[in-house]
């Protein structure tokens, strides 16, 4: 049974960092793309990156320079490094992996069929 594991998150004050985790496990599948999505309620899903098969790299605009998608294969373990924080990146953050081997944009996470529990960062000014 395919089981992800988030890690990592917290507060922090603006302007700091964090990295978090995400352990993959059980995937009924191989080379699976990856990715993270955010949820702030009343605002829905966020998917902010993505990282394929071949490691290829997507972000969204609200992220791009500040976050860095990763991962370790042997570990089978992804991270989101998270720099330059600010208040309104305060949201739960969930790790999610899709059978598809890419990824065109990372508003495609949302829709990737196996997800973490999330992990909650806040971010205070």
Known sequence: QERLVESGGGSVQAGGSLRLSCEVSGLPYSRPSMG???????????????????????????????FTISKDNAKMTYYLQMNSLKPEDTARYYCATDRRARVLSADRVPYFSDWGQGTQVTVSS
Request: no cysteine; hydrophobic share 25%; glycine share 16%.
């Open 36 to 66: 993270w999505s955010r949820y702030v309620p009343g605002k829905g899903h966020e998917g902010i990156a993505s990282i394929d098969s071949d490691g290829t790299t997507t972000y969204a605009e609200s992220v791009q320079g500040r």
